[in-house]
């Protein structure tokens, strides 16, 4: 039973060989909380001053023009600069976002169109962010590290996700949206620590200065090797396809008959699930045919939307929250690795841009079908059909591209060099 535990709970080691990894990973998940808290109560805001989900859905049109073009010129700037210098500008940037947010919950009467204009602006910000922290992981680990340190990144990710939409439903009622903005102001106190004790994180071997051309040989290089480019349709099929955050304000107040504080539950129950996941994270990280268990947890995440879609009871609907969150995080390490084990020192920035504007893109695009669903065909009939054209749709990649069920990780890890 003790070997059986040991295999099975996640590999701390990546938090012992690297402090500079751990001192990133910590400072990350305390902002997390705060952007999290953040993330719940534009939405309800937006809500409760138009009792819209499509106003709600339109957050997300709000910050994709940005997130496209930041996103993928930040990675090309991610491979050109020290990275270390950059997370600390864009995270100047986001806290100024986040101070005007709580300025205009304090002063009262919100405008609509400032809350879209401070997504879209953080939406940027975090574009060319999240590449460079991405890009700094396989320069702090080893190879044969990444794939506990993405469990690892989860983990923190997910236990930010529970304790924000939670934290945001309780802030949210007790004391209204300014002390909510309030918390996530202070929380970028530890993103600036962690940061400011990092070593110098230039580009290394393969950077070269930023520019149209740079984003274009990156995209040429994800065009050409097939298991990169599924890692990134694969994402797009499920997000774009059967991602629910819209319809929570929604089901919340309407379906299920709640308050902020059901919201929060919804908000907070996908990332309970995926935090489940990283505590078996040694199991997860030791599988060898990542691509395969990629196209199994797509399709259980689709599933699990349409049965959120078919209730109107509460806690089954939490529970397929619960199965869509741990198969999604599933998903995501096994997606990370293999973005990077299988992308050159000097394009990890522009790989990585490219790979945050699919994976914050892509749920931005699924709001919008969402909410536009939700508001000619009805909630629930909203997330069923997603649900099951996503099933529908990883089914026919995996026949499209079978080499992808085929990867060995192992092998990849070997090819570049432990």
């Not at 990710?157 to 802030?171: C, K």
């Amino acid at each position: 039973m003790p070997g059986l535990l040991a295999r099975v709970a996640p590999d701390l080691g990546p938090l012992r060989s690297s402090p500079a990894y751990r001192r990133l990973l910590g400072g990350q998940v305390v902002s997390l909380v705060g952007t999290q808290i953040t993330q719940v109560a534009v939405p309800l805001q937006v809500w409760e001053a138009t009792r819209s989900s499509l106003a709600v859905s339109l957050i997300g049109v709000a910050g994709l023009v940005p997130l496209v073009v930041f996103g993928l010129y930040g990675g090309a700037i991610a491979d050109a600069v020290d990275r270390r210098r950059l997370v600390l500008v864009t995270s100047t940037v986001m806290l100024a976002v986040s101070a005007v947010l709580l300025v205009q919950a304090v002063l009262g009467s919100p405008h609509v169109w400032l809350l879209f204009v401070c997504v879209a602006v953080q939406a940027g910000a975090a574009a060319v962010d999240s590449p460079a922290r991405s890009s700094m992981i396989p320069q702090l680990l080893p190879g044969t590290s990444l794939a506990a340190a993405n469990n690892l990144r989860q983990a923190g990710f997910q236990s930010g996700m529970i304790a924000g939409p939670l934290l945001a439903g309780v802030i949210v009622g007790a004391g209204g949206y300014g002390w909510a903005y309030a918390a996530d102001v202070v929380s970028f106190a530890a993103v600036f620590y962690s940061v400011l004790r990092l070593p110098s994180m230039p580009p290394g071997d393969g950077g070269r200065p930023a520019g149209l051309s740079s984003v274009l040989e990156g995209l040429r290089f994800l065009a050409g090797n097939k298991t990169l480019l599924m890692t990134f349709l694969v994402d797009i099929n499920a997000m774009v396809f059967a991602a629910p955050r819209a319809l929570f304000p929604a089901l919340a107040y309407g379906t299920f008959h709640g308050d902020a504080a059901t919201a929060g539950l919804l908000y907070a129950a996908p990332a309970v699930g995926a935090f489940a996941v990283t505590l078996v994270g040694g199991a997860v990280a030791r599988v060898r045919r990542m691509g395969l268990g990629v196209i199994v947890s797509i399709a259980i995440w689709g599933l699990a939307v349409a049965l959120l879609g078919a209730t109107s009871w509460l806690w089954l609907g939490l529970s397929a929250l619960l199965v869509a969150g741990a198969a999604d995080t599933v998903s995501a390490i096994y997606r990370s690795t293999m973005l990077q084990l299988g992308t050159p020192p000097g394009m990890q920035g522009r790989l990585q841009g490219a790979h945050i504007v699919v994976v914050t893109g892509g749920p931005r695009l699924g709001d919008i079908r969402t909410g536009a669903t939700a508001a000619w065909w009805g909630t629930g009939a909203s997330l069923v059909s997603g649900g099951l054209v996503c099933l529908a749709g990883i089914i026919a990649l995996a026949l499209a591209v079978p080499s992808f069920a085929r990867y060995d990780a192992r092998k990849a890890e070997a090819a570049r060099g432990g």
